[in-house]
């Protein structure tokens, strides 16, 4: 039998492994054939503090729009100006398209600042959701052949991760929101958190274990609201999550998904801005208004329903039904007021702002739009169910690559060693 290694030896071994690249972080991919855009999100910390609209400048994205996908009051005064304190978690609404064959966001533009590297943008400034090499290969035309020096005032295009997946999740209407893992998570603290199961995390994001690691990238499915707006609608597609506000038709109609509901409910959103008739036909009914007549066969509402932004003006649709019960009062998420701290407790995932433990809430109340103002692998067993067929497999992109340098200089002291103690 051979002597053992020295301890010194295993001890420099060990250091030596520690120092080793690791595995890339992995991201959710969904292939797609199509032009079509859908809803999405990606879930992201402030890194430092920031105004409402700078936030918004970062990821392209309208401040009205930023602040009700995180049901954030939107009616108090200035508030696009509003300080955000840094480290706290938003969900930032954003298009994702079809590029080169999978989903990714391709809408994302920045502008470089002194002392931005590729490196710093990545980890710093997007927190994660890209990589410093897919900032370089999505701007093969900007001089970025050194990514620690690059000219102020370069304009970017920024590849954010999304998914679709046919906005459904188990036949029901989702949102799927891009998010970087950190380092105390846990799929099943993940799952808990945005009341999913560890079982459809693992099949959404194709793992084949529910293990995950700081800086892995996955697709969570959140419940939602969507629309059934006619294709030639600017607003097609219109998908809300569950406990939050978006805003559309130029600002002048409010839509909510309210607490457990999963019916889209629009209403006007303010007084304040130029909208064009907001009353349906044939009726004295405005948008969003909803009349019960109780009789001995059941409950006859009739209500005034919001139907898409169409050739620059609103549509509505007026509908009557008969059914069993009156509905009860419109349940509409809970707004809060424009954070100024974080919580006492800060733990990750940062909880969403309706949940337990996340920013302050405060009593529900009208909202109000200021007028001045999205190697690799093998697909899930059939992707999200609901998702189409050829379209909706999710894989992952894993580079193992290790330095060969350090490959060489250890296999050589290896067999150094192994002749010594032999």
């Given at each position: 039998?051979?002597?053992l290694?020295?301890t ?9 492994g ?22 999405s ?10 105004k409402?609209?700078e ?11 930023l ?5 954030i009051d ?11 304190p840094?480290?706290?978690f ?9 590029v080169?064959?999978i989903?990714?966001?391709n809408?994302?533009s920045?502008?470089t600042?002194?002392s ?12 994660g959701?890209?990589?410093a090499?897919q ?10 052949s ?9 304009q970017l295009?920024i590849?954010?991760?999304c998914t ?9 209407p989702?949102v ?6 950190k ?9 808990a ?11 959404v ?35 809300v999550p ?5 805003i559309?038709?130029s ?5 909510s998904?309210?607490p457990g ?5 629009c209403?006007p ?5 130029s ?12 948008l ?12 006859n509402?009739t209500?005034?329903?919001y ?5 620059g ?9 008969l059914q ?8 509409f998420?809970?707004l809060i ?29 009208s ?5 001045s103002?999205?190697?690799?692998g ?7 169910t609901?998702?189409?067929?050829g379209?909706s497999g ?9 330095s060969?340098?350090i490959?060489?200089v250890?296999?050589?002291f290896v067999k150094?060693?192994l002749s010594?103690?032999?």
């Amino acid at each position: 039998m051979p002597p053992l290694l020295p301890t010194a030896t295993l001890l420099f071994l060990l250091t030596l492994g520690a120092f080793l690249p690791r595995a890339a972080s992995k991201s959710t991919i969904e292939p797609c054939s199509n032009s079509d855009t859908c809803s999405s999100l990606v879930g992201y910390t402030l890194y430092t503090d920031l105004k409402v609209s700078e936030v918004a400048s970062l990821f392209s994205v309208d401040p009205i729009s930023l602040l009700l996908t995180n049901a954030i009051d939107i009616s108090y005064p200035d508030v696009e100006n509003h300080i955000l304190p840094s480290q706290l978690f938003l969900k930032i609404p954003i298009p994702c398209s079809c590029v080169d064959g999978i989903r990714k966001s391709n809408s994302v533009s920045y502008k470089t600042r002194p002392s931005d590297t590729l490196s710093s943008i990545s980890s710093a400034v997007y927190g994660g959701l890209v990589s410093a090499d897919q900032i370089k290969e999505a701007n093969s035309k900007a001089e970025l052949s050194d990514p620690s020096v690059i000219a102020v005032g370069t304009q970017l295009n920024i590849p954010l991760p999304c998914t679709c997946f046919n906005n459904t999740d188990n036949n029901l209407p989702a949102v799927y929101m891009s998010y970087v893992v950190k380092d105390v998570d846990t799929l099943a603290g993940i799952a808990a958190r945005y009341v999913t199961t560890v079982s459809d995390l693992m099949n959404v994001n194709a793992l084949g274990s529910a293990e995950i690691k700081d800086g892995d990238i996955l697709a969570i499915p959140l419940s939602a609201c969507a629309s059934n707006f006619p294709t030639y609608a600017k607003d097609y597609g219109l998908v809300v999550p569950n406990g939050s506000y978006a805003i559309t038709a130029s600002h002048c109609v409010q839509c909510s998904c309210g607490p457990g509901s999963r019916n889209l409910y629009c209403m006007p959103a303010s007084l304040a801005v130029s909208c064009s008739s907001m009353q349906c036909r044939s009726s004295n009914l405005m948008l969003g208004n909803i009349t019960t007549q109780q009789t001995s066969a059941g409950c006859n509402v009739t209500s005034c329903n919001y139907s898409g932004f169409v050739n620059g003006s609103i549509a509505s649709t007026l509908s009557t039904s008969l059914q069993p019960r009156c509905p009860g009062t419109q349940q509409f998420p809970q707004l809060i007021a424009p954070p100024t701290v974080l919580p006492d407790s800060v733990f990750s995932p940062a909880p969403a702002p309706s949940e337990s433990g996340g920013i302050p809430t405060t009593n529900p109340k009208s909202s109000v739009v200021p007028s001045s103002g999205a190697v690799l692998g093998f697909p899930p067993a059939g992707g999200p169910t609901g998702s189409p067929s050829g379209s909706s497999g999710a894989g992952f992109l894993t580079d193992h690559s290790i330095s060969f340098p350090i490959m060489l200089v250890l296999g050589l002291f290896v067999k150094f060693v192994l002749s010594f103690s032999l």
